[in-house]
């Protein structure tokens, strides 16, 4: 079948326009932007769009088309072509990934807005409820749940943008069990503030759904807190199975949903009736606090502290903490001595040259940054992708810089005269981000992990492919090459690592190593042990050789986006979600320290040649550079 979307039309889902490249009732072209078949219509609930699936050469997306009654209020166009470019820049696996916002003109001329989007495998919480027969979710399934949307919304919410709709209906439910947040609000928070003062035009802000808007969105007013409101509102349909108006009683103004829920311990409810304040003052401060306040619910009500196992050492309960103040004691290992702003966006990436007088990073913002070690200055800005800059490397001679972007393409800059020397476009172009590159110990080759679920060898001199990686089943979030140049590691959201024999592109083990997907992954200076970092909190560490787990880290509140191990082989050094970088042991893996300076999570971590210094890019646009003592 293929539909036509223009919404003039007499009969859009005519058979003979299968076969055909325009319309046979109105004549409009069917191939939208030469390229997306229009296959069926998935929704027209929402106020402001239509939701279509489409194909691209036989890959399923989803096109949001805007509602044509609002093609004339300009501001209505201009907010959503906003959300198609603000959204690209936020990548996360609880996020559809957009690829980009076009024009369409049916045959009459009738223009229309169009916005097109990674389609999410599964169905949304609504709809699988139905299929459980509306029997209400478990505590324990709560937990993890809400565990998982505040882990989204607090990335969301650190790029300053809301959600604005949380709803059963707004979250999918991935066949791997991980849940996706879809339909994300886009406009920033001074926007908000615009459109609430302006007649007539702030009903664009007026998202609501019955049940779940707090009161003061449904006044065009929305803020962050506006989230949890919803999100409680959510977790009542999701424990009783009934949609929230069925507690809602009108006439004194209450909500009496508790009564409902027998088997629920009132610890669980007490903490859904706070996120459903209806002063949003009352709510969590933000989505760091919200996440802090699941994460002590857990530990009271399913995780009664219990000592280490063998082979698994507990950052609060294997080793204490030095308690020092690193601003301001004088014996810790690391003392924060300098903060570097510039970037507009977080920081995802950030790397030190191979003399130790160089940090580069990599920001949503689309920007590289060069700066100077020593002092904190900027040296240059590099300009050359057209999104986030996700990942960066610099080779063994410090004379040259690769990137990888959420424009699908990888960089190779001279890095000493900050000229672009190739651009490599060879992943997919259906496909979403370069997560992470690396660059081989000779000097010679370029390793990159896409959203594609592939890895690409490149020859670093020319540009030139030299193989893909095929193997993994989902995205590959980071690569990792041995000191000898023999060995290459994948991590991927699907919850593997993947060794490589790197000359030949051999597998040569796979194994599922944790609950979630893997983050991070690093290989010690003699090869003999690797590290990896999931979503699911913890850090791993594993004989490379014969893929035996050493120990469990599980220190963490939160995803683990970074690790690094020290020149000496002898220190681990991870960076959280829960805004904090950890110090660890590498041999015992225990605790040494928790570094705290960051407001926000710590994306990225470096540690220079000598070993005596720390840098760590976080998602509140800073860099901090941290100095032994």
């Known amino acids: 079948m293929s539909l036509c979307i223009n919404p003039h039309c ?29 296959m069926r219509l998935l929704s027209d609930r929402s106020r402001f769009g239509n939701i279509y699936e489409v194909f691209e050469q036989g890959t399923p997306k989803i096109l949001k088309v805007l509602k044509s009654e609002w093609n004339s209020d300009l501001k209505a166009v201009e907010l959503f072509k906003q959300e198609a470019e603000v959204l690209r820049q936020l990548s996360h696996p609880g996020i559809p990934q957009v690829e980009g916002y076009f024009q369409y003109q049916t045959q009459s001329g009738f223009g229309m807005h169009c916005i097109v989007m990674e389609k999410i495998d599964g169905v949304n919480l609504e709809q699988w409820l139905g299929q ?55 406009t920033r928070q001074e926007t908000y503030t615009y459109l609430a003062n302006v007649g007539g035009i702030g009903s664009i802000t007026s998202v609501t759904s019955a049940g779940y808007t707090p009161p003061e969105q449904q006044n065009a007013q929305p803020l962050p807190q506006s989230d949890f409101f919803a999100l409680g509102r959510t977790f009542v349909h999701l424990l009783t199975g009934q949609h929230p108006l069925m507690f809602y009683d009108a006439y004194n103004d209450e909500f009496n949903w508790r009564s409902h829920l027998s088997e629920i311990s009132p610890l669980l409810l007490d903490f859904i009736d ?5 002063v949003a003052s009352k709510r969590p401060l933000n989505a760091q606090a919200l996440w802090h306040g699941i994460e002590e619910l857990e530990q009271q009500l399913i995780q009664p502290p219990q000592p280490p196992l063998i082979g698994e050492v507990s950052g609060s309960n294997y080793l204490p903490e030095n308690p020092c103040v690193i601003s301001k004691a004088t014996d810790c290992v690391n003392t924060l001595t300098n903060t570097l702003t510039g970037h507009s966006l977080g920081i995802n ?38 999104r986030g800059v996700l990942s960066v490397a610099i080779s063994p001679d410090g004379q040259t810089l690769v990137s990888g972007s959420d424009d699908k393409t990888i960089n190779i800059w001279n890095l000493t005269k900050g000229n672009l020397i190739h651009t490599l476009a060879g992943h997919s ?26 890895l690409k060898i490149w020859n670093l001199a020319n540009g030139n492919l030299l193989s893909s990686l095929t193997g993994h089943s989902s995205v590959v979030l980071s690569v990792a090459i041995s000191s000898d140049g023999q060995t290459l590691v994948s991590g991927s959201d699907d919850k593997t690592l993947k060794i490589w024999n790197l000359p030949n592109g051999n597998l040569i083990r796979s194994r599922a190593v944790h609950s979630y997907g893997v983050l991070s992954v690093a290989i010690s200076p003699d090869g003999q042990t690797l590290v990896s970092g999931s979503y699911d909190n913890t850090i791993k560490i594993w004989n490379l050789a014969n893929g035996n787990l050493i120990h469990t880290l599980a220190g963490h509140s939160g995803a683990v986006y970074s690790v690094g191990i020290s020149p000496d082989g002898q220190t681990l050094v991870s960076g959280s979600v829960d805004n904090t970088i950890k110090i660890w042991n590498l041999a015992n893996g225990n605790l040494i320290r928790t570094l705290a300076g960051h407001s926000s999570s710590v994306w990225s971590v470096a540690i220079s040649p000598d070993g005596q210094t720390l840098v760590s890019g976080s998602a509140d646009n800073t860099i901090k550079i941290w100095r032994g003592e």
């Not at 809301?162 to 849940?179: A, E, M, S, T």
């Open 349 to 386: 990436s950030v790397a030190i040259s191979p003399d130790g007088q160089t940090v580069v990073s990599g920001s949503y913002d689309k920007t590289i940054n060069i700066w100077n070690l020593a002092n904190g200055n900027l040296i240059g800005t590099l300009v050359g992708h057209s």
């Open 274 to 278: 706070n996120l459903m304040e209806r």
């Open 429 to 454: 172009r259906h496909s979403l981000g370069v997560n992470s590159v690396g660059i081989s110990p000779d000097g010679q080759t370029v390793v990159s992990g896409s959203y594609d679920k592939t």
């Open 132 to 186: 459980q027969n509306s029997q209400g979710i478990t505590q324990e399934q709560a937990i993890k749940w809400l565990k998982e949307i505040a882990q989204i919304l607090q990335f969301v919410h650190e790029q300053h943008f809301f959600h604005r709709d949380i709803k059963p209906l707004n979250i999918l439910i991935r066949p791997n069990g991980r849940l996706v947040l879809i339909d994300i609000g886009t």
């Open 10 to 38: 007499r009969q859009p889902d005519r058979l003979d326009n299968s076969n055909n490249r325009y319309c046979q009732s109105c004549g409009s072209d069917l191939f939208l932007n030469e390229r997306y078949r229009v």
